[in-house]
């Protein structure tokens, strides 16, 4: 790939930056190369490889897509793309859960593929800052240097809670794991240890999993102690939902239920509701959306992001043989002392307390909720200068229905837009790849439009 070159505003010719090189930033480029939709694309991305991100560079067998491989095309036009890289055919090799490192090496090769020449850029840098001037934007960059184009994509991806455990003096505890995901991050646990994991969600999954084979104890804790459901071992005939946007909050939650008890299975209702996810969220209030995130997301998280079919049988084996306990409670405050970490408990409805000593606490909490909490520096620097504004929750920045970027005033963007978890206040469902393709596709298609106008002027 080509190092990048400034031309001088107005327009930048025609180059396009995508910020972040994850699967959101990788299909943005890959469909801005489809589309032929930019003079040039760059990708500001630190790592060495593009299209891996967080949840694709895992190299554990047992880490897998929690959804078919039928449904993991980077084309929303060609959905058996994926299954045609991984070399399989038929209904047996789509409905299979395959490696997510195989999902991050198909989109590696698919940019790769089409990046040939100068029209795609890899910088391995970090974004900083980004100005808006009349003919287009100037992207600060971590080294000192900058880079012009004509728009910016912000495909930054989502950050890490960091769990709040009543104790400054944690920082740095080498026995508490921040960001599983981090390089080498739970090498230190061995053979015979005990592992508290905050939080039981998918995160949780692929930790106890990879954890387990060392022989460890595990207890993962959640407020509420909700596992993710397990895909059923055969698809559901999806049956298209009948939900108009618009209703009141209470109105479909009775009406998904009533979907879910007249089907075969409960997930071809919710299944079937993919389609309309984002309308129903955006015709619902502030208020009702609200009351959704509070009350009823975390109950719908578990039925919409579900566990692949080994994995919840190797979860549950666990669970039998006693290797791996789930508890609802709270996590007050976690403290150090020469023998381990005391993890001190209160159950639902328990006025009492307990506490675990344990060897190892591991945040398994998964992406950070709030943007406001910790911002990303770039997130946080277009913020600070009134380019963008938070949405009415909080989950990230506002955008409208292109994915623009609405400014502290209240104005449309022509310039900076965003994709995937970025837009999940506005969205909800901003995260998978199913979304993602979608809002790349419809990206490239506006680059494709100015590509055209411009040609013609």
Do not use: K
């Not at 100005?131 to 934007?137: F, K, L, Q, T, Y």
């Not at 419809?442 to 680059?447: M, P």
């Amino acid at each position: 790939m080509v190092m990048f070159r400034n031309n001088g505003l107005p327009g930048a010719s025609g180059r396009i930056v995508v910020i972040g090189g994850g699967a959101a930033g990788a299909l943005a480029a890959l469909h801005l190369l489809d589309a032929a939709a930019a003079g040039e694309v760059v990708v500001v991305e630190p790592a060495r490889d593009l299209g891996f991100g967080v949840a694709y560079r895992t190299r554990h067998p047992l880490h897998l897509l929690n959804v078919p491989a039928g449904r993991m095309s980077a084309f929303p036009d060609r959905p058996g793309d994926f299954v045609a890289w991984l070399d399989g055919t038929g209904p047996e090799a789509a409905a299979a859960f395959v490696s997510r490192r195989l999902f991050g090496e198909y989109l590696r090769d698919r940019l790769a593929a089409a990046g040939s020449g100068e029209a795609l850029a890899h910088v391995r840098s970090e974004a900083v800052g980004i100005e808006v001037e009349s003919g287009g934007v100037v992207v600060s960059l971590a080294d000192g240097s900058t880079l012009e184009a004509e728009r910016a994509l912000l495909a930054i991806g989502q950050q890490q809670e960091r769990p709040r455990l009543g104790s400054a003096a944690l920082e740095g505890e080498p026995r508490l794991v921040a960001d599983p995901w981090a390089a080498g991050a739970l090498e230190q646990i061995r053979h015979g240890d005990s592992v508290v994991l905050l939080g039981t969600g998918l995160t949780m999954v692929d930790v106890a999993l990879e954890l387990a084979e060392r022989g460890v104890t595990l207890t993962a804790v959640s407020r509420r102690g909700l596992l993710p459901h397990a895909h059923p071992a055969r698809p559901s005939t999806l049956v298209p939902a009948e939900l108009p946007p618009g209703g009141r909050l209470r109105d479909l939650v009775r009406s998904v239920r009533a979907a879910a008890a007249a089907r075969e299975h409960w997930s071809a209702a919710v299944d079937a509701l993919r389609p309309l996810t984002q309308d129903l969220w955006q015709g619902l209030t502030a208020v009702e959306q609200a009351q959704f995130l509070r009350h009823v997301a975390p109950h719908w998280n578990v039925h919409r992001h579900r566990m692949p079919p080994p994995s919840a049988t190797a979860l549950q084996r666990l669970r039998d043989q006693g290797r791996l306990r789930t508890l609802a409670a709270g996590v007050l405050r976690v403290t150090a002392d020469p023998a381990g970490l005391a993890v001190e408990l209160r159950s639902r409805g328990d006025a009492d307390t307990t506490i675990l000593h344990v060897d190892h606490v591991v945040n398994c909490t998964g992406p950070r909720s709030q943007l406001l909490d910790e911002p990303p520096q770039l997130a946080r620097a277009l913020l600070d200068a009134g380019l963008a504004r938070v949405d009415a929750h909080e989950l990230g920045l506002d955008t409208d229905g292109d994915g623009a970027l609405i400014d502290s005033d209240g104005a449309t963007s022509e310039r900076l837009f965003a994709i995937g978890s970025l837009r999940r206040g506005t969205l909800l469902e901003s995260t998978a790849i199913p979304e993602l393709r979608v809002q790349a596709q419809r990206f490239a298609a506006l680059g494709a439009r100015a590509v055209a106008t411009n040609a013609g002027h």
